[in-house]
């Protein structure tokens, strides 16, 4: 489970975003990393997110103060 075992400054460090990652075409973000899981909203391509962690090919992003997930493929490459 993502976040187990992390306490304290830990956890505000995984929940800090990295950087900006721009979507390079339209994507659905996801409440959860999976496409079963509702259509929050589209991430139109050109857009700019915050870019927090990946989790098995699923981006945790931020899009117009929402979070969620998105597929990586959808992406540019994330800062590291």
């Given at each position: ?13 995984r ?26 909203l589209?991430?139109?391509?050109g ?15 931020e899009?117009?103060g ?15």
């Amino acid at each position: 489970e993502i976040g187990s075992g992390l306490v304290g400054s830990e956890m505000c460090i995984r929940d800090s975003a990295v950087g900006d990652i721009q979507c390079i075409s339209a994507v659905y973000l996801h409440p959860q990393p999976t496409s079963s899981s509702e259509n929050l909203l589209t991430i139109p391509s050109g857009a700019t997110c915050k870019y927090y962690r990946n989790e098995n090919g699923w981006y945790y992003v931020e899009y117009n103060g929402t979070k969620g997930y998105a597929w990586q493929t959808f992406f540019s490459t994330p800062p590291q």
